[in-house]
């Protein structure tokens, strides 16, 4: 990896940090990001997938017994948001998400340039409830002219969930939306309410997004899943494998070491409400 990717990796890493922190602040204070869509999400719990569902069906925005669910699209950026705290009521349990870490990509080292191994393991092998589990979309990748199956991230903003498979005008110009693309899905949690937070990369990590049922105010789904092989992006040589980071607690984004690499396919549907 050349040193300009090495560099732009550490500031995605720590943008998504940042970003997350700003968010979790929000819940905290009962703030509601303006202009958003709200969006119900069904995580696909086929065999082998590493992100499953807690079995209770779709994630709907503001329906949980207690906790938090708040899946939105947000209108001005176009960017996916999808958070669940399961609450602390142990009478009543709120929803929550499994994560999976039983395939580790055991060639690779967890040491990389800025950041140690973690001294404790507890993710071999075994599956998680966090506390928190947040989502995010973030930049477009695009195929490299050079290799038809590598994916890089060129200088551009957000990918527009709202306007994909769309033809839109914007000043002058008219302007038609992919309703396939692929964009940088950052995956972050806590174990426990008062616990570290741990990254399954930021946006510089890929998905495929499929857009489908387009109306006149834009697609009413959408298909998020993992890359499939031959696909790779930028940062790696494989498909759907992730580095598993740990940093301080939500209010201190400094990394503090890595798990190594895991493979973790996924899917996701969202559906507008």
């Given amino acids: 990896m050349s040193g300009k990717i090495k560099v732009l990796v550490l500031v995605l890493i720590s943008a998504g940090a940042i970003l997350f922190v700003c968010l979790a602040l929000q819940k905290a204070e009962g703030a509601k990001p303006s202009s958003v869509i709200p969006l119900s999400a069904f995580i696909s719990d086929s065999t082998g997938l590493k992100l499953q569902s807690d079995g209770l069906g779709g994630y709907l925005t503001g329906i949980t017994p207690s906790g938090t669910v708040d899946v939105h699209l947000d209108q001005r950026y176009g960017y996916v948001f999808f958070y669940v705290d399961k609450g602390t009521n142990p009478?009543?349990?709120?929803?929550?998400?499994?994560?999976?870490?039983?395939?580790?990509?055991?060639?690779?080292?967890c040491t990389i340039p800025n950041m140690e191994c973690c001294p404790d393991f507890p993710?071999?092998?075994?599956?998680?409830?966090?506390?928190?589990?947040?989502?995010?979309?973030?930049?477009?990748?695009?195929?490299?002219?050079?290799?038809?199956?590598?994916?890089?991230?060129?200088?551009?903003g957000y990918l527009n969930f709202a306007k994909m498979g769309m033809t839109v005008k914007e000043g002058k110009k008219t302007i038609t939306y992919p309703a396939h693309a692929y964009v940088g899905w950052s995956i972050g949690f806590n174990l426990t309410v008062d616990g570290d937070a741990h990254h399954l990369g930021g946006g510089e990590y890929?998905?495929?997004?499929?857009?489908?049922?387009?109306?006149?105010?834009?697609?009413?789904?959408?298909?998020?899943?993992?890359?499939?092989?031959?696909?790779?992006?930028?940062?790696?040589i494989t498909d759907d494998d992730r580095q598993l980071y740990r940093s301080h607690q939500e209010l201190n984004t400094e990394v503090k070491c890595s798990y190594g690499r895991f493979n973790f396919p996924f899917q996701i549907e969202l559906y507008r409400q």
């Fill in 91 to 109: 009478q009543s349990l709120g929803r929550f998400v499994k994560l999976y870490f039983d395939d580790p990509v055991t060639d690779y080292p």
């Fill in 123 to 156: 993710f071999a092998y075994a599956n998680f409830e966090p506390q928190f589990v947040r989502m995010m979309s973030w930049y477009t990748f695009v195929p490299d002219p050079d290799d038809p199956n590598k994916l890089i991230l060129p200088n551009s």
């Fill in 206 to 236: 890929a998905a495929e997004v499929i857009a489908d049922d387009i109306g006149p105010n834009g697609p009413r789904h959408w298909t998020i899943k993992s890359l499939t092989a031959p696909w790779h992006y930028w940062a790696d």
